[in-house]
């Protein structure tokens, strides 16, 4: 499998951080990774991570500049994208087919290709404007993940909410890498 990872310039830069640590694990994945540079500066204000850290997590590194980039094109081919986290700056851009990027043109070949885009908008509250752009990226195409935390999971840390929103990201592209406490059966007798 073939994933590309866009982070981008909002705060929750550890769900980009964690996928990649968490598709780092898993056989058979290669990910190809690309950083705006907010998210490379909310790294540094978020985390004890260093960008080039980060990079070292993928497989491939792309500069954000670099519209000529492999996955830039749809002849490359890939299972999808995930962006995590998603600036409402780039879910603008995503929703409106402005590829000034190479997140956004990437992005834009997930839709194009009819591939798998995953978008983690987190931002909050969000107003109408916001809230018809995400309407917009859903009905081209998109998939809207936001961060919204499970309480049924009994989180004790901001790793667990971290860790189980990961695992449904992941859950998106049908892998399990055991991250996620899954709601229980219930039956009545």
């Known amino acids: 499998m073939r994933l590309v990872i866009g982070m981008s310039g909002a705060s929750g830069v550890i769900y980009g951080i964690r996928l990649l640590e968490v598709l780092r694990q898993v056989e058979d994945v290669e990910t190809h990774l690309v950083m705006s540079a907010s998210a490379k500066m909310n790294i540094q204000i978020e985390t004890d991570w260093s960008a ?3 990079k070292g997590l993928a497989d491939v590194v792309y500069s954000n500049k670099d519209i ?5 094109s749809g002849s490359f081919k890939t299972d999808g994208m995930i962006v995590a986290p998603c600036a409402i700056k780039t879910l603008s851009a995503i929703a409106n087919s402005y590829a000034d990027s190479l997140i956004v043109r990437a992005a834009d070949v997930m839709l194009k290709e009819h591939r ?6 987190r931002e909050t509250p969000l107003h109408t404007g916001h809230c018809e752009l995400l309407l917009k990226a ?3 195409g998109a998939i809207i993940a936001p961060p919204m935390p499970a309480h049924y999971i009994k989180p004790q840390s901001v790793d667990d909410i971290v860790n189980h929103h990961v695992g449904r990201i992941l859950d998106l592209f049908s892998m399990d890498p055991g991250l996620v406490k899954r709601w229980p059966s219930t039956r009545e007798d």
């Open 52 to 54: 080039n850290d980060v």
């Open 138 to 140: 859903s009905q081209i």
């Open 116 to 121: 798998r885009l995953v978008l983690v908008p």
């Open 68 to 72: 000529a980039a492999s996955i830039a």
